[in-house]
């Protein structure tokens, strides 16, 4: 845990409405000053003086959302390669879906996850619990002793209770327990047994298709629970453009519900099943990233890459744009990965065999700023802001050594810190991923922006600053 100083960089906190350059002075695994020129600060004294002038050092990094398999599924991924992925893109701060093997439906499987984490993990790990058990949707979770675990959410992810009775009685237990419920919007009756949007391509590629409206469907149940409970959902990875409209509506309402939006889905389009030629030529589509990689250049792709597959599943320009648009008028709040490693065995098969998923931790910011920032859909710090003190006042996220709400810069705050650089240009190369899996849509990408350091307790967990030391490349 080193005492640093922090000099030179433009500091970026939403939630303060800070935005300006000046340096920040971390001692004992806490930020002790932020302010201009801290060299004659009396506490700067021997502390690592680091330039990250053209840089920008926001609050820790924080993803709501991800899988890191453990217990049950470590050959995909287990907590310490999760936690490696998170830190090399820039979160200090996952919270893991119980959705293993066995389910984190208990006290016990909270404290294993919890106890693995403090002993291999280099970020922190937050524990979501499930909503029923065996994520089977039919009998609710002892909801009151996960909570008393220390679960900072309850969710069936990867899976949707059908039974409406079931989500309202557990929407009324979490009230109880302040406890936020999210919600994976998945009408099984109406999906059946599609495996890719149902539209013009699912047609075309002879594959089942998977309509927009089995995710509408449930976003408007869950309105119509979230007015009559007054309980809080979260809608995860939303994807459709009638559940963004849905969301805007019921927000406008007053109704506590909230969507996030995954990059997948904000970049991507069902075109890119069908293979790179259909999706790079599709009517509608503007891509930042595209004027980064030119025509010869660009990542090829095969039809019926199950690197594409996943839950939702990618949907028409017109939904992608929709998502977009969520993000600009403040509709979809939240940002997170959806990180889903599997096995490339797993994904080497037909596509209508290989499993739901695709990687995300060590991409997503990169992609944010590519595709949301530079071509001015999204401010910086409006991105900031939605992978920061957004999803950590959401559930709500506490930093357990000092107590306080993470996702902020502050003095007596933990040092959480992120170091971004912008305009850094630079080529994903999924073959050096610290996650054991590597199906990712986005191998080869040109991207433009990324986090270049990951600071968390004070200590580096990941580097590319030169004088920073830490287990970067």
């Known amino acids: 845990m080193p005492d640093l100083l922090l000099r030179g960089g433009r500091v970026l906190d939403p939630s303060q409405s800070l935005d300006a350059t000046l340096d920040v002075l971390i001692r004992g695994g806490r930020i002790v000053a932020i302010a201009p020129d ?28 991800v899988h890191f398999r453990e217990p049950g599924q470590t050959s995909k991924e287990n907590i310490e390669t999760g936690a490696l992925c998170a830190a090399r893109g820039g979160f200090t701060s996952v919270v893991c879906m119980p959705n293993t093997r066995p389910a984190i439906d208990d006290p016990a499987a909270v404290g294993l996850v919890k106890d693995r984490a403090q002993a291999r993990a280099c970020v922190r790990v937050f524990v979501a619990g499930a909503i029923t058990k065996d994520i089977a949707g039919e009998e609710l979770a002892p909801l009151g002793s996960l909570h008393r675990a220390g679960v900072v ?23 109880m327990y302040d406890l936020k419920v999210m919600d994976h919007c998945q009408d ?16 075309a590629l002879e594959l089942r298709g998977w309509p927009a409206v089995g995710e509408d469907s449930i976003v408007a149940r869950n309105v119509i629970l979230a007015r009559m409970t007054g309980t809080h959902i979260h809608c995860q990875h939303i994807s459709s453009r009638r559940s963004v409209n849905l969301i805007r509506k019921a927000r406008a309402e007053g109704v506590p519900i909230s969507g996030e939006a995954c990059p997948h889905h904000y970049v991507l389009t069902d075109a890119a099943v069908a293979g ?12 930042y990233s595209a004027g980064l990689m030119p025509e010869g250049q660009r990542p090829i792709w095969p039809s019926y890459d199950t690197n594409f597959k996943m839950n939702p599943p990618l949907r028409s320009a017109d939904d992608r744009a929709a998502v977009v648009e969520g993000l ?18 797993e994904k080497d098969v037909e596509f209508d065999f290989a499993p739901f998923g695709i990687l995300g931790l060590e991409t997503q910011l990169a ?57 850094l240009e ?12 590597a199906n990712s849509p986005f191998h080869l990408w040109r991207l433009k922006g990324k986090a270049v350091a990951t600071l ?8 590319e600053v030169e004088g920073l030391a830490g287990p970067g490349v």
């Open 38 to 65: 801290l060299l004659d600060h009396p506490e700067a004294r021997g502390v690592g003086v680091v330039d990250v002038s053209r840089r920008v050092v926001t609050p820790g990094l924080v993803d709501l959302h």
């Open 153 to 175: 959410a309850i969710t069936d992810d990867g899976k949707c209770i059908q039974n409406t009775d079931v989500m309202r009685r557990a929407l009324e237990y979490a009230r």
């Open 188 to 203: 099984y009756d109406l999906v059946s047994e599609g495996v890719m949007h149902e539209g013009y391509w699912s047609t």
């Open 276 to 287: 790179s030629e259909a999706f790079w030529k599709e009517d509608g589509l503007s891509l």
């Open 328 to 345: 600009r008028d403040g509709t979809l709040d939240i940002l997170a990965s959806d990180h889903a490693p599997h096995c490339n065995y």
């Open 367 to 423: 992609l944010a700023l590519t595709e949301l920032v530079h071509p001015g859909h999204l401010s910086l710090a409006r991105v900031v802001e939605l992978y920061s003190s957004r999803p950590a006042t959401l559930l709500p996220l506490v930093a357990t050594e000092t107590g306080t709400r993470l996702g902020r810069l502050e003095v007596g705050g933990p040092a959480d810190v992120t170091v971004i650089d912008p305009d």
């Open 426 to 437: 630079w080529t994903y190369d999924v073959t050096k991923t610290a996650s054991k899996s």
């Open 456 to 463: 968390c307790r004070g200590s580096v967990v990941w580097s």
